[in-house]
């Protein structure tokens, strides 16, 4: 063989072996690749398994949250919509009840009625028992509410010692007039609160709802009229919303704000009627009175405005004005002897809230008039709640030289024993027993027993509403000679007295 074909033999291998070693190298490199790769895509499917199972705990724990979430906005809502102490709806759930009630009422038109239910003196049980008491009373009445209504009416409080009730499907007026009865008649039922029987009452107002539409305010608005109307009616019953409420309540609302406007303007103003001692031929005292000098020069009665006054809370204003003028005119006539005293009337809220003890002898004091020239005129409603607490008030009066009066005597319960118990100095007889006793066997007897009493218990007697000459003379044949009247003088302003 030759040395050319030697070398192109051994160039063949050398080219063989290197391409073996190249092969064995991408063999090993493909190998090296493949088991890292299977590695790889274990650890990527170990973490995406990892993933998979993070998801899904997250997902759990998300859902289980928002669980949470929804069960506390739920309790939330609850416990936003429902009255803390009774336990049953606020008003914030009445008016949203009342809203979808109203809007299902349009599609159906099977009548909705809106009931307000007002406790009758609930802050007497505040102030005489506690807020404990109250509270107690509150939860009875609630209680008598929800088991008095009908299965699906709403029982809400809407604060203080106001309930409301939503009744559906009431069909007729008279439905709802017939569930209102019911509630008055179960919670017009004494309370046993810490042992002691409280008295309840409570009046209601109706407002149906117009099959043509009505809004919730409107509905409410009426129902607040009739409660109003029940209230004034003398509480303790049911008034249902007629077109007629509106008008009579804002009439009302029209006098309060005149009245407002009068007391504040000093516009209510001293009158004057004395009392004639006929055994003397002289005045021996004056009662003042008051009168509504009204802008336009009408003068307005106290029948027509001291109901109002004392409702709006303003009798106290009014009389302060009233008696500062009264003494201060006054003080020059009794000091030169034109008459003996000044009688002045005080309410039963007055008198029962201290007025006399507080705001009485302030004023006495800051005008320089005496105490013991005047007379309180008292009704036998605001003496009898309480003798006791009677009897020391008046030990004030009469410490400071005070004279007491008992007014009226002869209508309401003219209860006798009352002389006895109370040391009143005069007693003035109803206009009742008055008018009429020239021609009335029996008056005459009456009035005549009544001047015997008197006499023996050393009581004064005053006639009111003496208007004619006879009854002055059968009057004065009973002995009684203090006599107030048309016939003697008619109330006027101080400039005629």
């Not at 405005?305 to 009794?334: K, Y």
């Amino acid at each position: 063989m030759s040395s050319e074909n030697l070398d192109t033999g051994s160039a063949q291998k050398d080219r063989l072996h290197r391409l073996e070693s190249r092969l064995a190298r991408e063999r090993r490199a493909r190998l090296e690749a493949e088991s890292l790769l299977e590695e790889r895509s274990q650890a990527l499917f170990e973490a995406n398994l990892a993933l998979s199972n993070l998801a899904a705990d997250l997902e759990n724990r998300i859902e289980n949250r928002t669980r949470e979430l929804i069960n506390a906005q739920q309790h939330a809502l609850k416990q936003a919509e429902t009255d803390t102490l009774t336990g049953i709806a606020n008003r914030a759930a009445f008016s949203r009840q009342l809203e979808e009630t109203l809007a299902n009422f349009q599609s159906t038109l099977k009548g909705v009625a809106v009931l307000l239910i007002d406790l009758d003196d609930f802050k007497l049980v505040n102030d005489t028992l506690g807020h404990g008491a109250g509270d107690a009373l509150l939860m009875e009445v609630a209680n008598r509410l929800s088991q008095t209504v009908r299965p699906g009416d709403v029982v809400a409080r809407l604060g203080g010692d106001e309930f409301a009730v939503i009744a559906a499907n009431v069909g007729f007026k008279n439905t709802g007039l017939q569930i209102a009865n019911r509630l008055l008649k179960q919670v017009c039922r004494p309370v046993i609160v810490d042992d002691k029987e409280v008295p309840c009452s409570c009046s209601i107002g109706i407002a149906h709802a117009d099959p043509a539409g009505t809004l919730a305010d409107t509905l409410l608005g009426n129902a607040d009229l009739a409660l109003y109307a029940s209230k004034r009616a003398g509480r303790c019953r049911v008034t249902a919303f007629e077109s007629n409420l509106r008008a009579d309540i804002e009439n009302r609302a029209a006098l309060e704000n005149e009245v407002r406007l009068a007391v504040m303007a000093n516009e209510i103003k001293p009158w004057y009627q004395p009392i004639r001692q006929c055994s003397k031929n002289r005045y021996k005292s004056i009662e003042l009175l008051a009168r509504w000098h009204a802008p336009g020069g009408e003068i307005r009665a106290p029948q027509q405005f001291l109901a109002t006054v004392e409702s709006l809370g303003l009798l106290d204003t009014m009389m302060e004005n009233i008696l500062h003028r009264a003494f201060v005119e006054t003080l020059p006539l009794m000091n030169t002897g034109k008459f003996d005293y000044l009688t002045i009337n005080v309410s039963p809220t007055q008198f029962n809230h201290g007025w006399t003890q507080h705001s009485l002898p302030k004023i006495l004091a800051e005008t320089g008039f005496p105490a013991r020239s005047l007379i309180v005129e008292l009704t036998e409603t605001a003496l009898i709640q309480d003798i006791e607490h009677t009897r020391a008030m008046l030990a004030d009066l009469l410490e400071d030289g005070v004279r007491i009066a008992l007014d009226d005597f002869g209508v309401g319960y003219s209860n006798f024993s009352i002389l006895r118990q109370l040391p009143f100095h005069l007693l003035k007889l109803d206009r009742s027993l008055t008018m009429g006793i020239e021609n009335d066997a029996t008056l005459r007897a009456v009035t005549e027993c009544i001047m015997t009493l008197a006499d023996r218990l050393n009581i004064n007697v005053i006639a009111e509403g003496v208007e004619t000459q006879q009854q002055s003379d059968f009057l004065i044949a009973l002995g009684c000679n203090c006599q107030q009247g048309y016939l003697h003088a008619h109330p006027c302003q101080f400039d005629q007295l």
